[in-house]
Protein backbone atom coordinates (compact mmCIF):
# COMPACT_ATOMS: atom_id res chain seq x y z
CA UNK A 1 0.00 0.00 0.00
CA UNK A 2 1.22 3.19 -0.64
CA UNK A 3 2.15 5.86 1.52
CA UNK A 4 0.52 9.59 1.64
CA UNK A 5 4.26 10.80 1.44
CA UNK A 6 4.84 8.45 -1.38
CA UNK A 7 1.84 9.83 -3.13
CA UNK A 8 2.98 13.01 -1.89
CA UNK A 9 5.97 12.65 -4.52
CA UNK A 10 4.85 10.89 -7.11
CA UNK A 11 2.17 14.25 -7.84
CA UNK A 12 5.01 16.70 -7.13
CA UNK A 13 7.85 15.23 -9.45
CA UNK A 14 5.67 14.32 -12.25
CA UNK A 15 7.69 14.91 -15.49
CA UNK A 16 4.67 15.09 -17.60
CA UNK A 17 1.18 17.26 -16.74
CA UNK A 18 0.19 19.93 -14.43
CA UNK A 19 -0.86 18.55 -10.97
CA UNK A 20 -5.21 18.05 -11.39
CA UNK A 21 -7.77 19.35 -8.37
CA UNK A 22 -7.53 15.63 -7.06
CA UNK A 23 -3.95 15.25 -6.73
CA UNK A 24 -3.67 18.44 -5.35
CA UNK A 25 -7.03 18.30 -2.97
CA UNK A 26 -5.41 14.43 -1.34
CA UNK A 27 -2.32 16.25 -0.43
CA UNK A 28 -1.78 17.33 3.61
CA UNK A 29 -0.42 20.67 3.96
CA UNK A 30 2.32 18.92 5.67
CA UNK A 31 3.36 16.55 2.93
CA UNK A 32 3.28 19.42 0.59
CA UNK A 33 5.88 21.46 2.84
CA UNK A 34 7.77 17.88 3.15
CA UNK A 35 8.27 17.94 -0.91
CA UNK A 36 8.99 21.59 -1.47
CA UNK A 37 12.42 20.84 1.10
CA UNK A 38 12.89 17.56 -1.01
CA UNK A 39 12.84 19.60 -4.86
CA UNK A 40 15.68 22.17 -2.54
CA UNK A 41 17.56 19.54 -1.92
CA UNK A 42 17.38 17.86 -5.44
CA UNK A 43 18.50 21.47 -6.35
CA UNK A 44 21.48 21.54 -4.41
CA UNK A 45 22.58 17.80 -5.46
CA UNK A 46 21.79 18.85 -9.16
CA UNK A 47 19.52 16.46 -9.58
CA UNK A 48 16.46 18.08 -10.72
CA UNK A 49 13.61 16.40 -12.00
CA UNK A 50 13.73 16.42 -16.52
CA UNK A 51 10.34 17.80 -16.95
CA UNK A 52 8.19 18.51 -20.06
CA UNK A 53 7.60 22.02 -20.09
CA UNK A 54 5.52 22.13 -23.01
CA UNK A 55 3.40 19.53 -22.00
CA UNK A 56 2.57 20.77 -18.73
CA UNK A 57 1.91 24.14 -20.16
CA UNK A 58 -0.71 22.50 -22.42
CA UNK A 59 -1.78 20.43 -19.37
CA UNK A 60 -2.44 23.45 -16.93
CA UNK A 61 -4.20 26.04 -19.80
CA UNK A 62 -7.61 25.25 -19.27
CA UNK A 63 -7.45 25.19 -14.91
CA UNK A 64 -4.35 25.21 -12.36
CA UNK A 65 -4.25 24.00 -8.94
CA UNK A 66 -1.50 24.51 -7.02
CA UNK A 67 -0.09 23.17 -4.31
CA UNK A 68 1.75 26.07 -2.89
CA UNK A 69 2.60 29.80 -2.66
CA UNK A 70 5.99 31.53 -2.44
CA UNK A 71 6.51 34.95 -1.38
CA UNK A 72 10.11 35.72 -2.20
CA UNK A 73 12.22 38.69 -3.41
CA UNK A 74 12.73 39.67 -7.00
CA UNK A 75 16.46 39.08 -7.12
CA UNK A 76 17.32 37.43 -10.16
CA UNK A 77 19.43 34.56 -8.60
CA UNK A 78 15.92 33.35 -6.54
CA UNK A 79 13.72 31.95 -9.06
CA UNK A 80 11.37 30.00 -6.20
CA UNK A 81 10.31 27.15 -9.24
CA UNK A 82 13.99 26.49 -9.52
CA UNK A 83 15.03 26.19 -6.18
CA UNK A 84 12.24 24.37 -4.95
CA UNK A 85 12.54 21.97 -8.01
CA UNK A 86 8.49 22.29 -9.01
CA UNK A 87 6.89 22.75 -12.50
CA UNK A 88 4.57 24.76 -13.99
CA UNK A 89 1.31 24.73 -12.12
CA UNK A 90 2.44 23.33 -9.14
CA UNK A 91 2.90 26.49 -7.31
CA UNK A 92 1.54 30.30 -7.27
CA UNK A 93 4.97 32.73 -6.83
CA UNK A 94 5.15 35.72 -5.55
CA UNK A 95 8.40 38.46 -5.88
CA UNK A 96 8.84 41.23 -4.81
CA UNK A 97 12.43 43.61 -3.50
CA UNK A 98 13.33 42.39 -0.14
CA UNK A 99 10.11 39.92 -0.15
CA UNK A 100 7.98 42.95 1.94
CA UNK A 101 4.36 42.15 2.68
CA UNK A 102 1.72 44.41 1.46
CA UNK A 103 -1.82 44.81 1.15
CA UNK A 104 -1.68 43.76 -2.48
CA UNK A 105 0.58 40.60 -1.83
CA UNK A 106 -1.55 39.88 0.99
CA UNK A 107 -4.75 39.65 -1.06
CA UNK A 108 -2.71 37.83 -3.26
CA UNK A 109 -2.41 34.85 -0.94
CA UNK A 110 -5.41 34.78 0.33
CA UNK A 111 -6.46 34.27 -3.26
CA UNK A 112 -3.88 31.47 -3.85
CA UNK A 113 -5.24 29.93 -0.75
CA UNK A 114 -8.80 30.69 0.61
CA UNK A 115 -9.97 30.71 -3.80
CA UNK A 116 -7.63 28.40 -5.29
CA UNK A 117 -6.45 26.01 -2.78
CA UNK A 118 -3.26 26.62 -2.04
CA UNK A 119 -2.12 24.26 1.18
CA UNK A 120 1.27 26.01 2.21
CA UNK A 121 2.55 29.30 2.30
CA UNK A 122 6.33 30.07 2.12
CA UNK A 123 7.59 33.65 3.12
CA UNK A 124 11.49 33.56 2.52
CA UNK A 125 14.29 36.23 2.05
CA UNK A 126 17.81 35.32 0.94
CA UNK A 127 21.64 35.99 1.80
CA UNK A 128 23.08 39.46 0.84
CA UNK A 129 19.95 40.73 -0.01
CA UNK A 130 20.30 44.50 -1.97
CA UNK A 131 16.46 45.56 -0.52
CA UNK A 132 17.99 44.82 2.96
CA UNK A 133 21.10 46.62 2.40
CA UNK A 134 19.50 49.61 0.76
CA UNK A 135 17.31 49.94 3.82
CA UNK A 136 19.96 49.50 6.34
CA UNK A 137 21.95 52.52 4.41
CA UNK A 138 18.60 54.82 3.89
CA UNK A 139 18.24 54.62 0.40
CA UNK A 140 16.32 56.83 -1.11
CA UNK A 141 15.10 57.03 -4.55
CA UNK A 142 11.25 57.30 -6.03
CA UNK A 143 8.96 54.57 -5.13
CA UNK A 144 11.83 52.42 -4.21
CA UNK A 145 12.00 54.72 -0.79
CA UNK A 146 8.46 53.42 0.54
CA UNK A 147 9.10 50.20 -0.25
CA UNK A 148 12.49 49.82 1.81
CA UNK A 149 10.59 51.55 4.36
CA UNK A 150 8.48 48.75 5.11
CA UNK A 151 11.72 46.67 5.62
CA UNK A 152 13.18 49.10 8.31
CA UNK A 153 11.59 47.45 11.20
CA UNK A 154 13.69 44.35 10.73
CA UNK A 155 16.66 46.66 11.21
CA UNK A 156 14.89 48.10 15.03
CA UNK A 157 14.35 44.53 15.76
CA UNK A 158 17.17 42.80 14.87
CA UNK A 159 19.65 41.85 17.65
CA UNK A 160 23.55 41.50 16.61
CA UNK A 161 26.30 42.19 18.73
CA UNK A 162 29.00 43.15 15.64
CA UNK A 163 28.89 46.48 13.57
CA UNK A 164 25.43 47.61 12.49
CA UNK A 165 26.84 48.33 8.63
CA UNK A 166 25.41 46.94 5.11
CA UNK A 167 29.12 45.97 4.74
CA UNK A 168 28.79 43.56 7.20
CA UNK A 169 27.10 40.37 5.19
CA UNK A 170 26.51 38.48 8.41
CA UNK A 171 24.37 41.63 9.61
CA UNK A 172 22.85 42.14 6.33
CA UNK A 173 21.53 38.17 6.97
CA UNK A 174 20.53 38.81 10.40
CA UNK A 175 17.76 41.99 9.15
CA UNK A 176 17.20 39.68 6.12
CA UNK A 177 16.12 36.61 8.42
CA UNK A 178 14.07 39.14 11.04
CA UNK A 179 12.12 40.88 8.06
CA UNK A 180 11.27 37.12 7.02
CA UNK A 181 9.63 36.36 11.01
CA UNK A 182 8.16 39.70 11.05
CA UNK A 183 6.39 39.27 7.69
CA UNK A 184 5.13 35.85 8.68
CA UNK A 185 4.04 37.56 12.01
CA UNK A 186 2.20 40.64 9.94
CA UNK A 187 0.70 37.81 7.40
CA UNK A 188 -1.19 36.49 10.50
CA UNK A 189 -2.24 39.63 12.08
CA UNK A 190 -2.89 41.19 8.74
CA UNK A 191 -4.93 38.87 7.16
CA UNK A 192 -7.71 36.99 9.51
CA UNK A 193 -8.47 34.87 6.60
CA UNK A 194 -5.11 33.13 6.13
CA UNK A 195 -4.87 33.30 10.05
CA UNK A 196 -7.68 31.45 10.40
CA UNK A 197 -6.65 28.72 7.69
CA UNK A 198 -3.49 28.23 9.65
CA UNK A 199 -5.69 27.46 12.94
CA UNK A 200 -8.00 25.20 11.26
CA UNK A 201 -5.04 23.03 9.85
CA UNK A 202 -5.78 23.88 5.95
CA UNK A 203 -2.31 25.78 5.19
CA UNK A 204 0.74 26.11 6.73
CA UNK A 205 2.52 29.26 7.23
CA UNK A 206 6.42 29.01 7.08
CA UNK A 207 9.35 31.25 6.62
CA UNK A 208 12.81 30.37 5.00
CA UNK A 209 16.31 31.81 4.12
CA UNK A 210 17.76 31.02 0.90
CA UNK A 211 21.63 30.90 1.10
CA UNK A 212 22.96 32.38 -2.53
CA UNK A 213 26.43 30.16 -2.12
CA UNK A 214 25.46 26.88 -1.90
CA UNK A 215 21.42 27.16 -2.97
CA UNK A 216 20.20 25.92 0.28
CA UNK A 217 16.85 26.77 1.61
CA UNK A 218 16.57 26.88 5.65
CA UNK A 219 13.27 26.55 6.79
CA UNK A 220 12.97 28.55 10.19
CA UNK A 221 12.26 27.90 13.47
CA UNK A 222 9.85 30.49 14.75
CA UNK A 223 9.88 29.72 18.22
CA UNK A 224 13.89 29.85 18.45
CA UNK A 225 13.86 32.93 17.34
CA UNK A 226 10.80 34.34 19.00
CA UNK A 227 13.14 36.84 20.72
CA UNK A 228 14.41 38.45 17.38
CA UNK A 229 11.15 39.98 16.63
CA UNK A 230 10.62 41.36 20.07
Known amino acids: MTCPVASAAQVLTQAHGALT ?19 NERFRAGAMVSRDYRAQQRS ?20 AEVIFDVGIGDMFSARI ?8 LLGSLEFACAVAGAKVIVLFGH ?15 GNLTGLLARIKPAITATQFSGKASSKDAAYVDAVARTNVLLGLDGIRRRSPILAD ?7 LIAGGMYDLST ?3 EFLDEKAHHSAVR
Do not use: H, W, Y
Open 127 to 141: TACGAVKGAIDDVEM
Open 60 to 79: SAAAQFPACVTLGCVDSRVP
Open 97 to 104: AGNVVNDD
Open 21 to 39: KEQRDRLTPEQVLDELKKG
Open 215 to 217: GAL
Open 197 to 203: LEKTGTI
